[in-house]
């Protein structure tokens, strides 16, 4: 029988690897130049630190690990008789494995909190694990992208985010729609329309909004439970449009009344003053039907979409005032987001904007034609890694057409010969595989020509 993986987990070939990479290292490289540190947390954590994070719902997707050794022998006789698995839990498993890294990292805080530095930059790259049913796009085992900023209230962090996200996909070459809210708009909104306590049925609703349009979500709103009127006071902010100095102005003669709406209104002329001043590649849009994980966040919201790939969001976070609250550590506020590596690898591979020599595993192939040869080859093959330059001797005496296949197969983008002639004139031969133009160089040229 055939080896298999788990459901919902990916190998990932060498080709893919590379991709990867790219898209990590592109990530990597931008978050330092930012003043970003890395950080990493255990794949496992202790479950009294997972459970109850989540919500009932997430509780159920962790993944929980058998304590080590004989795990039934502090387990009670009666609750394995009645097979009462979720008490069970508890008695046999003390750890699980990490369901994100946001989580992970307010433990990481609290527990370090007097080595760290405020504001606290981070940024994590890692896999995460969910039992969820696997499906196109959804996953078990996935990486997540996080950075956040902690212990600062200033609204410059968000405008550095901003910047940031802009520069990491301007690197990429995807063209991007930044789209900012902020939850105090959404506050100030279920506040004048007299719904304050609807605030999540109402932004559930209205973030569906461009994928069931605005009748739909009118009839979410009245089965609800909200009332006409309130309805109809909703309008004109869900038919927000002109310039985003228009819609900022239909906000605030909207909000007057709610002095928690006011300020979500300064807090976003404030991100999006700066940043027009600094200037970026992507559009930046304000977006009143944008609700991300609203019980959650607490001040600014932002979501990115890629303009030339149907995808869902490919970035998002905002800012929250209590990150550490749960560990017993209040009034810890952040701003913080992820990047979706996954739809961001989907979209470089719609668009085919990897950098051409990602995949290429080294850049040059020598031919091997025979042991004198080949010894003479491996002189220039280490002469060329001495300078940087990736190289690779094909071992064996193989068939030219052979070797010459397995320069394509691996995308060499040069393959190099050393036959008799160029044995006695001490050269190599450099053939472009793209061109197919040749070139006789000496060791110095050859590395010249590959630097």
């Keep these: 029988m055939k080896p298999s993986i788990p459901k919902g987990t990916r190998d990932f070939s060498p080709i893919e690897m590379a991709k990867r990479n790219y898209i990590f290292n592109t990530i990597r490289e931008v978050f330092q130049l930012y003043g970003f540190q890395q950080i990493e947390t255990p794949a496992m954590e202790n479950l009294s630190t997972l459970m109850g994070k989540y919500g009932e719902e997430g509780d159920k997707l962790l993944f929980k690990i058998l304590n080590s050794g004989d795990f039934l022998k502090d387990a009670p006789s009666e609750l394995l008789e009645q097979r009462d698995s979720l008490h069970l839990t508890n008695k046999i498993s003390e750890k699980g494995l990490r369901y994100d890294l946001t989580v ?13 530095q405020m504001p606290f930059k981070r940024y994590q790259i890692q896999p995460v694990w969910r039992a969820d049913r696997p499906q196109k796009g959804r996953y078990r085992e996935f990486y997540q992208c996080d950075a956040d900023i902690v212990g600062s209230d200033s609204l410059l962090n968000e405008v550095e985010l901003v910047t940031l ?10 063209r991007i729609v930044i789209k900012l809210n902020n939850r105090k708009v959404l506050s100030g909104i279920a506040e004048v329309i ?17 994928k069931i349009g605005l009748d739909n979500v009118n009839a979410e709103l ?21 310039t985003t100095e228009q819609k900022l102005e239909t906000l605030n003669r909207l909000l007057a009344g709610s002095e928690v709406g006011r300020k979500g209104i300064d807090e976003l002329r404030f991100v999006i003053d700066h940043v ?17 994980g609203l019980n959650y966040y607490t001040g600014t919201i932002l979501e990115v979409k890629a303009v ?58 020598f031919i091997n034609f025979g042991e004198r040869e080949a010894v003479a080859s491996l002189g220039h093959v280490m ?34 010969i050393v036959g008799e002639t160029e044995l006695e004139q001490g050269t190599v031969t450099l053939k472009n595989m793209a ?6 160089l000496t060791r110095d040229q050859l590395i010249a020509a590959l630097k």
Excluded: C, W
């Excluded at 009245?222 to 002109?242: C, I, N």
């Excluded at 550590?329 to 996954?342: C, E, K, Q």
């Excluded at 739809?343 to 995949?359: G, K, S």
């Design 383 to 416: 002469a060329l890694r001495k300078a940087g330059i990736s190289a690779e001797l094909f071992p064996d005496t193989a068939k030219m057409k052979k070797q010459m296949n397995y320069a394509n197969d691996r995308h060499f983008p040069y393959v190099a």
């Design 104 to 116: 992970p990292f307010a433990r990481y805080v609290v527990q370090h909190r007097n080595d760290l």
């Design 194 to 210: 007299g719904a304050p306590d609807r605030l999540i049925d109402i932004t559930v609703a209205i973030d569906k909004m461009d």
């Design 222 to 242: 009245l089965d609800k439970g909200l009332d006409q009127g309130q309805v109809d006071a909703l309008q004109p902010l869900l038919t927000l449009d002109g």
């Design 435 to 440: 061109t197919g133009e040749q070139q006789q």
């Design 308 to 365: 030339d790939v149907a995808i869902g969001s490919i970035t998002g976070g905002g800012r929250y005032d209590n990150l550490t609250g749960v560990f017993g550590m209040p009034g810890l506020s952040g701003v913080g987001f992820s990047f979706g590596a996954d739809r961001i690898f989907d979209v470089l591979n719609a668009l085919d904007l990897y950098p051409a020599d990602t995949v290429a595993s080294a850049k040059v192939l």
């Design 276 to 292: 027009a001043q600094l200037g970026t590649t992507a559009t930046v849009e304000l977006d009143v039907s944008l609700a991300r």
């Design 165 to 174: 996200i802009d520069e990491v996909f301007r690197r990429f070459g995807v």
